[in-house]
């Protein structure tokens, strides 16, 4: 069998997570993919795949192997996009996810400055908070938020995201301003349920020691918009990204607080497949919103 094609069946055989999803994805029978492998394997003298009926996993091997592959296919793919001249000027439909909130208050202007500048690229957007898998359901690329899980998938960082701490200046005024992470026990703090730990909220001391506080308070929503409206009406405190934020920050809507006690970070990244060749539209994208986002983001500007 050829290689290079039971390379490339490998490679989207761990991506999609099984076999019978590898095969949806390449047109092929289960049969054939499995063929595939398993002529790998034979060739190599080594187990790459652990399958069950209900899940696939690599092996240690498998895992060395895959890196190889992504990189030898990637040389390929990229050899072929050299001598293509239709790949010159970038085209075709871009299918991406994103987060809702970030979507709706920074990826949405972005689109349509983008669309401007490439008119022969077409979008379809869908702005979401459940978790996507873009393998299975087809999409060139994702961007997500957080501290991202090892994965076959290739991340690009895009930019910074740091998580504030903020109140309304009538707020502050009525209840004092609190100097340190533990006062947050005295106040009213409200909590995003979608959050991994609602009502703990994570601090760094300017040394660098990690600080928890468990909060309280009558409001909890999986919604930063509720959350913000109640604090700009000085209800309470809000803890969330400064894209949500910041702008309310800049435009003296509310005040951040606690500024030398900061947050760990998180990770504004592009996602897509593992193969080191993206098409010329992805590409061009994701280097379109590392110029707009940046190392400091719009919504960051200003902010202590």
Request: glycine share 8%; net charge neutral; charged share 20%.
């Amino acid at each position: 069998m050829d290689r290079l094609t039971s390379m490339a069946v490998f490679v989207k055989s761990a991506e999609s997570g099984s076999l019978a999803a590898a095969a949806r994805a390449l047109g092929l029978s289960h049969a054939m993919v499995s063929k595939h492998v398993r002529a790998l394997e034979q060739t190599l003298g080594v187990r790459l795949l652990d399958m069950t009926t209900r899940k696939l996993s690599l092996t240690e091997a498998g895992r060395r192997y895959l890196v190889r592959c992504v990189q030898i296919i990637g040389e390929v793919e990229d050899a072929a996009l050299e001598a293509s001249q239709y790949q010159a000027a970038p085209r075709g439909l871009l299918r991406l996810t994103a987060p809702a909130t970030f979507g709706r208050l920074h990826l949405a202007p972005a689109i349509a400055e983008f669309m401007e500048l490439y008119p022969d690229i077409a979008i379809d957007a869908d702005f979401t908070d459940r978790f996507v898998s873009i393998v299975e359901e087809g999409f060139d690329l994702a961007v997500r938020i957080g501290r991202l899980p090892d994965s076959t998938l290739v991340m690009r960082r895009l930019g910074p995201c740091r998580m504030l701490t903020c109140a309304a200046p009538a707020y502050l005024d009525r209840f004092g301003l609190p100097g340190h992470p533990h006062d947050l026990a005295s106040h009213a703090c409200f909590a995003l349920s979608s959050a991994a730990a609602p009502r703990i909220w994570g601090y760094q001391t300017p040394e660098g020691e990690e600080i928890q506080v468990q909060i309280k308070g009558r409001l909890q929503a999986n919604s930063m918009d509720l959350l913000c409206s109640a604090a700009e009406r000085g209800l309470g405190i809000v803890f969330g990204p400064s894209f949500v934020l910041g702008p309310l920050v800049q435009a003296g809507r509310l005040r951040q607080i606690l500024p030398d006690h900061p947050s760990r970070p998180l990770d504004l990244c592009a996602v897509f497949p593992s193969n080191r060749h993206l098409s010329t539209k992805v590409r061009v994208f994701v280097d379109f919103l590392v110029q707009r986002f940046g190392a400091t983001p719009p919504w960051d500007c200003g902010l202590r």
